[in-house]
């Protein structure tokens, strides 16, 4: 267990929908990081937060956006899906950047 | 971040030493080799890190070339629960995220 907590685990939806997906990180890591991972692909870097703070973005859709709440946690809203979309989608979490980053177990994103 | 090379995939015999071996020859005076492994479609698992010295924890070892620029993961005694992609990361101190690349796919057979 990497401390790190996703929810929900899957997710069936239609094309066209919105989904939030949630990650909070291990106790007293600063970073948050998203990554996608879809069969045909490997795991590519979405976007990383810091204390709240945009810090780094990756292959991220405009369609996709994020945010880390005061608290820490974070989530990652998917809109106008697609049935790419489809795929793993990973939250990770570190101390701070440059750190050892963990990672949760995934949600799993199924577009119909 | 400096790029990796690693074989596509190998087998091993379970209980025997596992050697996965990674190719870093960019690699920069501030950049660690990582080593995580994902096991069918779970989160990918940190495993080990490390800078110029070998190192060993309690999962593995790793152990880096005097040049640094190759190292290997060794995991002593393989077992069928060690069947996952292994990935070797370079990343700079600072980096922003973790470039995975396709791994090394280690099939532990009976």
């Known amino acids: 267990d990497s401390g790190v907590t996703q929810t929900p685990k899957h997710l069936i939806t239609a094309t066209g929908q919105r989904v939030t997906l949630r990650c909070s990180p291990r106790s007293g890591d600063l970073s948050v990081y998203w990554y996608q991972q879809s069969l045909d692909q490997g795991l590519q870097f979405l976007i990383q937060y810091y204390n709240g703070e945009e810090r780094a973005k990756g292959n991220i859709l405009e369609r996709f956006s994020a945010q880390q709440f005061p608290d820490l946690h974070s989530e990652l809203n998917l809109s106008s899906l697609e049935l790419g979309d489809s795929a793993l989608y990973f939250c990770?979490?570190?101390?701070?950047?440059?750190?050892?980053?963990?990672f949760g177990e995934g949600s799993w994103l199924t577009v119909v | 971040d400096a790029k990796t090379t690693q074989p596509t995939s190998m087998d091993c015999a379970e209980g025997r030493a596992a050697n996965l071996p990674c190719n870093h020859s960019t690699i920069s005076g501030n950049e660690y080799v990582y080593w995580y492994r994902q096991i069918h479609s779970q989160g990918p698992q940190y495993i080990i890190h490390g800078l110029k010295n070998n190192e060993t924890n309690e999962m593995a070892s790793l152990i880096i070339t005097e040049d640094r620029k190759s190292s290997t993961l060794i995991l002593p005694h393989a077992t069928l629960r060690d069947t996952a992609v292994y990935y070797c990361?370079?990343?700079?101190?600072?980096?922003?995220?973790?470039?995975f690349g396709t791994g090394t796919r280690l099939t532990v057979i009976p």
């Open positions: 990361i370079v990343s700079s101190t600072g980096a922003n995220n973790l470039f």
């Open positions: 990770a979490s570190s101390l701070t950047s440059g750190n050892t980053i963990y």
